[in-house]
């Protein structure tokens, strides 16, 4: 079990369990409860009689400190369950009160310490329900507490799509599908070792939120079905829209040149170079315009129609 890279501090605690009892499978954010700095959050957890302690933690100017090493757990969720199974993280707040706000940079290199703990640890997609059942915890699912806070925690479903989004999690578009057996099994999870939660009997049509090999997820939570049974509904995405067809260009059109000198550009404006002039006062095709400016028909360039005149 290795620890992070992403560490720029490190203060061992000795408020921890070594080593953690369990394969590392989550991640629990806590907020701090006030603007700390790495140090200060480290002396904290430095003394025996506090008995807290956090994996690690991002300090309120954004650096990142280790008081326990991920092969132990630490004592952070008031959970040994929990603790035994994650890695937990102490973010520090920008202010003290209020609904706890935390910076947008702290936020950011906690998203990139999930980032690296999934990687090293081979959690492959952090999944937050809102409950204990999920892979992103929070303390208060553990106890009677205000942490993570309401502005961290209001950032929990982003945090995990972020993180997610970097671990290149594909996210599946919903879709729906038609029952055709007359009885579909529901399990709790996309496979035939897992439990039978409920059974389908109405050849009915359900929305698919997740797919895993050839299961889908039911949006209704209840679990997975097997889509061999099942037709799926929508179509496929529709086709691109052809490209819009190209403006028609304007029919070509008679000027007669005005200026003793006019020249000729490499394309519509003053800012093009010269590649040419007419001297002649003489009768010229346009067959575009742009602005102020005609294209020659004989392909030498654009002249400004300011110095012509239609015929
Ligand atoms: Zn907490």
Redesign the pocket.
């Known amino acids: 079990m290795s620890n992070s890279p992403l560490v720029q501090y490190i203060k061992i605690s000795p408020n921890s369990t070594n080593p953690r009892r369990k394969k590392i499978k989550k991640i629990?954010i806590?907020?701090m409860?006030g603007p700390l700095s790495v140090e200060t959050c480290g002396e904290i957890f430095a003394k025996p009689e506090r008995r807290a302690s956090?994996n690690y933690a991002v300090g309120v100017d954004g650096r990142i400190a280790m008081y326990v090493e991920e092969k132990n757990r630490a004592w952070?969720?008031?959970n040994a369950a929990n603790d035994n199974e994650a890695v937990?993280i102490?973010v520090a707040n920008s202010a003290v009160g209020g609904d706890w706000p935390v910076s947008d940079k702290v936020l950011a290199r906690t998203i990139d310490l999930c980032v690296d703990i999934c990687k090293r640890n081979g959690i492959d997609k952090l999944v937050y329900t809102g409950d204990k059942s999920g892979n992103l915890t929070?303390?208060?699912m553990f106890?009677n507490?205000v942490?993570?806070g309401p502005y961290l925690g209001s950032k929990f479903p982003y945090i995990a799509a972020e993180v997610n989004k970097r671990l290149g999690v594909q996210t599946q578009t919903p879709f729906l599908v038609k029952v055709t057996a007359d009885a579909l099994n529901i399990r709790s999870g996309p496979g035939v070792a897992n439990s039978i939660t409920g059974t389908i009997k109405d050849k009915g049509t359900y929305t698919i939120v997740d797919t895993k090999d050839d299961w889908g997820k039911l949006k209704s939570g209840i679990g997975w079905i097997h889509l061999g049974y099942t037709k799926r509904l929508d179509p496929s995405p529709p086709a691109p829209a052809p490209a819009p067809a190209p403006a028609p260009a304007p029919a070509p059109y008679l000027v007669k040149v005005t200026a003793n000198k006019l020249n000729i550009r490499s394309g519509p404006g003053t800012n093009y170079k010269i590649q040419g002039a007419i001297t002649d006062k003489g009768t010229y095709t346009i067959v575009d315009t742009q602005g102020r400016w005609g294209k020659l028909k004989s392909g030498a360039g654009w002249i400004c129609l300011n110095y012509t005149k239609k015929i």
């Open positions: 629990t806590h907020h409860a956090s952070t969720s008031s937990t102490e929070r303390h208060d106890a507490t942490c993570p």
